[in-house]
C-alpha cells in the first residue's frame, strides 16, 4: 500500500492471515458459494496502521437492479479495468494500472459457455456475469471493472439529459480470469482478450456475509 513518511509517499507492505493454525479460514474471510469471489475483513488492520483510505461504499456497485434502473452497463458500452495485470505496479506509490475495454455480453443475463469451449479450458456451465474485451491478461484476476461515466445519459427513450445513471461509475464486477485460444491446430496458445467477470450481485453478496448470522 501506499503510505506517507515524512511528507513523501512510500511503499508499506501490510499482513493480513485469512488462515488459522489449524488450516481453515478465518473468520475475517467470506467465500461466495458459486462465484470466485471473496471478501477480507481489513478494518482492523487500517485502524492499527492508521491508514487514511477512502472506499468505494457498495452504493457504487453495480447491482443487475441498478443498471436495469438507470438503463447502462449495457453491451457495447466502454469500460475501465482497474488492477496490476502481470502483477505490475509503480514501486513508488503502488498505483494500479487502467486499462480501456467495453462490455462484450450482457451483465444482465449472465453467460454460458458452449460445451467445447467449457471441456477445453476448464470452465463452468454459466456463470453470473459477463464478457469484456479489454485486453485481459493472466495476472488481471481481481481487477475491477468500472463503467466509464457518460456526461449524458439516455433516461428514457426520447430524453437526453446532463447526468443521470450514466453518469456514475458503477463498479460492474471483479476479473475471475482470462479467456485462451489455441490456433493452428493448438500448436499456439494465445489470449483472446476477452475476460471472465463476475457480478457486482455476487461482490455485494459476499460482502454481505459479515453482517448476516
Known amino acids: 500500500m501506499s503510505t506517507t513518511v515524512n511528507g513523501a509517499v512510500a511503499l508499506k507492505t501490510i499482513t493480513i492471515p485469512v488462515v488459522g493454525l489449524d488450516g481453515k479460514f478465518l473468520d475475517t474471510l467470506k467465500q461466495h458459494k458459486d462465484n470466485d469471489v471473496a471478501a477480507i475483513r481489513i478494518t482492523p488492520q487500517i485502524v492499527a496502521n492508521g491508514i487514511p483510505a477512502n472506499f468505494v461504499g457498495t452504493s457504487f456497485l453495480g447491482t443487475k437492479e441498478r443498471l436495469k434502473t438507470g438503463n447502462v452497463g449495457l453491451i457495447g458500452d466502454e469500460i475501465y479495468m482497474i488492477g496490476y495485470p502481470a502483477g505490475l505496479f509503480d514501486e513508488r506509490n503502488a498505483s494500479p494500472i487502467w486499462r480501456i475495454g467495453i462490455i ?3 451483465p444482465l443475463a449472465g453467460y454460458a459457455f458452449p460445451e467445447a469451449v467449457r471441456k477445453a479450458y476448464s470452465l463452468p456451465d454459466f456463470i453470473d ?3 469484456v474485451d479489454a485486453h ?4 488481471s484476476s481481481g481487477s475491477a471493472i468500472v463503467i466509464k461515466p457518460q456526461p449524458i445519459s439516455f433516461d428514457n427513450p426520447s430524453t437526453i439529459s446532463a447526468g443521470g445513471a ?10 475471475s480470469k ?3 485460444i489455441a490456433d493452428f491446430d493448438g500448436r499456439a496458445p494465445a489470449r483472446l482478450g476477452l475476460g471472465i467477470i463476475e457480478s457486482a450481485d455476487a461482490v455485494n453478496d459476499t460482502i454481505e456475509m459479515f453482517f448476516k448470522k
Open 104 to 106: 462484450a455480453t450482457s
Open 166 to 175: 450514466g453518469s456514475i461509475t458503477y463498479v460492474l464486477g471483479l476479473v
Open 178 to 180: 482470462s479467456l485462451p
Open 129 to 131: 456475469g459477463f464478457l
Open 136 to 139: 485481459v491478461y493472466p495476472g
